[in-house]
Structure formats: structure tokens, C-alpha cells
């Protein structure tokens, strides 16, 4: 990057540091194994200090592992979520990863919070249901889904294989027909130390936070998640198209 | 929530911290001033303990501020940026904030590097543009953006307003027709210490990272990004439907 040769090196190693993630997320390093810093330099027309910073920032990251020896590898493959349908998480690895969910809570809340009542557009008082999973992919932690859920659907939910399947696809099932559409916003936090324990990470690592409210096909919402997700297996994707409405 | 009155203290400040934290989001507090931990409890039915813990997990993620006679206030407002259509930052904050850039760096490439050039569908050694901008929102840092740009639309780019405008209204101006379409990936990384200065936030702050492709509306690309956000400042929000085809 000889058009940067006067900006200080840590700029230029972070320049490096993004073009990298971005071709270690889209697999440019099928086996996994990066080029070595003399010809990542070469690629880049980067001094070898910038290049080692680069692959600083990215280790620190938790992407990349360094070892004498064996050289630069891709630590984890980080998985791609679509942002633009609504799928549960098993649905959309299929054929990617294995999917095991550890159930920690499950079971009927005699009164919701408040807060919960009113995003769920249920009466003050009245109850559900919530559901803790710790969600496991190729038998590594990967998120902690926390769902509250109304009454009807809920009680159906707790009844199904809530370690082997999607939430999305019982409820599903106990609606007899599709989910209509969610409203999700997308955090990045510091995980906190239970959470870090939890997912096997370092506290204070970069984690997705998730807020999802789904609704059924009639606009009536049935499922308000909380969603932590380990930020170092995982990228969310969406393609966005230029024109047209917004679809909310 | 006394459904969970058995589990780890911990459990339940991160539970309502997320309640809390949707709270705070959508705007719920109006005047930006949180309930006392006294009647956040009873709303809740949470101890005393599990509010204070919830509050200290917020106030580290940079959400509030919590000071002796004033009580707890929402520090920052969080905007939201929508990941269902493609805006630029300030096209998609209008009337709700003012967006002035800092141009860093804006100049022509004679070599774009290899990945660069592969990425944008241009031959190897092209020239381009790069433009590094670091955006503020209302007079602090929000974003810091880094684009590379083919040369062609890049030059006409260079010559527009970039301390006043979106590039994507100054691409689409120089290519005479509306962008098409583009892919992102969003990542959530800690980060580095470069970046928080420029950004304003301390080290190892959850940041996003944002990669985005965008293409003209023949399919060519034209402009890709790296894009870190202060993710105490932002939340990105989509609505995704069930059914149909993904668009990819």
C-alpha cells in the first residue's frame, strides 16, 4: 500500500488487517493456512512490520492462530447468518454445521415482566413462557438464546424437542402456519463474565447482542428474544437493494 | 422475575439488563432518565442486587450514566441504521442528526492491491481511489469509513463535496443512474487501540465492522468498504420476513 507510506504504521497494518478479514471471512485461504508475512507483504507493498501488526490485530480478534513453525492459520470458520429472512439458526447451517442446543430454563412464567407483556402486546400480568438455550455448533459454544414467549404458543414450544430443533419451527408447528416477519436490531456489547463463561470466551470479547421480535403471520408477535453470539464464529450478511420502500 | 428467584444472581442482572437494554433502544424512557433502582425492582420483581447489577452491565457497555442525586440516564442516544435497504450513513439520519466528515485521506491508487483489485473486479495492478473519512454525528466520531473505489467513478468522487456528502450520492451523480445493489457482511470485533482514539472510546470497546461490496446497477461493482462504527452510538436494525427466496 505505497500510497499510504507516509501515514503511520498502525493505520496501515489496520488496512491490512481489514482487507485480511475480509478474505479470511469469504474462505480466499481454502486450507486454511495463510500466505507467510514476507509474501503477504509482497501482495500488499507492506513493510514486514506492518504485515506483523496486521496479523496482531487479527489474532487479538481470536480469527487467526500464529505458531513457529506451522505458520499463520485460520483459527475458527466464521459462519454466515443471512440478516435478510427469517430463519432459525439450525435451518440455515444446514449442511454447514451441527447444531446442539443445551436447554438451561424452560417453563412457564406465572406473569411476565412488564416490559416483556408490552413488547408481546399481551396484558399487564399476564403469563408465558421462557426459554434459555446455550447453542452449540460443531461442539463449540456458539450463542446464548434467551426467549420469552405468549401463553398458547408457549406452552406447545415447551412441549417439542427444544434440544434438538429451531424454536421458530415448533412454534410453527403449534400455529399451523408460517411465521409472518421479526424486527431485529443488532448490538455489538462486551461480553460480561457470565456470558463469557458461558459461550468460552475471554470476558470483555466483542459478542453480538441480538433483539428479535418475531410475529405470526397475522402481525400478532409471539417470540421476544435476547441473542448473544460469540462475534468471533460468526458474520452476519444481508444484501441490500438501492431502491424501493423500506419493508417495514 | 421470580420464575428464575433460583438462579445465579448474575443470570438475572444479564436478563434484565437485556430487557432494559431493548428498553433504552426503542426510545422507552423519554427524557432519557431511568426509573430508581427501587422501582425498577418491583417492576421487574428483582432484588435490589440484580438491579444494581444490571445498571453496572449497561453502564459498561457505555448505555448510561449513573451519578449520585441525578439517578441513571441514558448516556448517548443510540441511532438506528437499517440493514434493509442501501443508505448512506447521512441519507439515512436525516432529521435525526447532523453527519460532517473529517477527510483523512482521499487520492488515487496506481496499484490497487491484488485482493482489492480481485474484489472489485478489476484487473490486477489497476489504479483505483482510496478515501478515509472518519464521520462525526451531532459533533462526536461515530464512524470511521474506508473505501476503495474504481478508478473512473473514484476520480469524480474525489472531485465532489466528501466533507458534506454520502459517496454513494456522489457515485450515483458521476455514474449518472442509481446504485444497484450491495453485500455486507457486519462483524462485531474489540477494538483496536488505533481506532479508539480516532474514535473517541477506550481500547477493546465492542466496535462493528462492517464489509460492503457495492455494485452499480449493471452488477458492477464499484466501492468497496471498511466501515467501524461505535457500537455505543448505533444499533443496526432489520425487518426479515419468512418466506420467498433469499435475494442473493
Do not use: C
Not at 74 to 100: I, N, Q, S
Not at 132 to 142: F, H, K, M, Q, T
Amino acid at each position: 500500500m505505497d500510497h499510504h507510506g507516509g501515514r503511520p504504521r498502525a493505520e496501515r497494518a489496520r488496512q491490512l488487517a481489514d482487507v485480511l478479514r475480509q478474505q479470511i471471512t469469504d474462505g480466499a485461504f481454502a486450507d486454511g493456512t495463510l500466505p507467510d508475512e514476507r509474501d503477504l507483504g509482497r501482495r500488499f507493498g507492506a513493510s514486514r512490520n506492518a504485515v506483523r501488526e496486521a496479523l496482531a490485530l487479527l489474532r487479538e480478534e481470536g480469527l487467526i492462530t500464529r505458531r513457529r513453525g506451522v505458520g499463520t492459520t485460520v483459527l475458527l470458520p466464521k459462519y454466515g447468518h443471512g440478516l435478510d429472512r427469517l430463519t432459525g439458526l439450525a435451518e440455515e447451517l444446514t449442511g454447514r454445521g451441527t447444531v446442539t442446543n443445551e436447554v438451561r430454563v424452560a417453563a412457564e412464567v406465572p406473569a411476565l415482566p412488564a416490559a416483556i407483556a408490552a413488547r408481546l402486546e399481551v396484558p399487564a400480568g399476564a403469563g408465558g413462557v421462557y426459554v434459555e438455550r446455550l447453542r452449540w455448533l460443531d461442539g463449540l459454544p456458539l450463542s446464548l438464546d434467551t426467549s420469552y414467549l405468549t401463553a398458547g404458543i408457549g406452552r406447545a414450544v415447551l412441549a417439542g424437542d427444544l434440544r434438538g430443533r429451531d424454536v421458530f419451527r415448533l412454534i410453527e408447528e403449534a400455529a399451523g402456519v408460517p411465521l409472518g416477519r421479526a424486527e431485529v436490531a443488532v448490538h455489538a456489547v462486551n461480553a460480561d463474565p457470565g456470558t463469557a463463561r458461558l459461550l468460552g470466551i475471554e470476558p470483555g470479547a466483542a459478542v453480538f447482542a441480538l433483539e428479535r421480535l418475531t410475529r405470526l403471520a397475522d402481525g400478532r408477535p409471539v417470540d421476544t428474544e435476547s441473542i448473544r453470539i460469540r462475534a468471533d464464529r460468526m458474520t452476519l450478511r444481508a444484501t441490500l437493494g438501492r431502491g424501493g420502500p423500506r419493508t417495514t
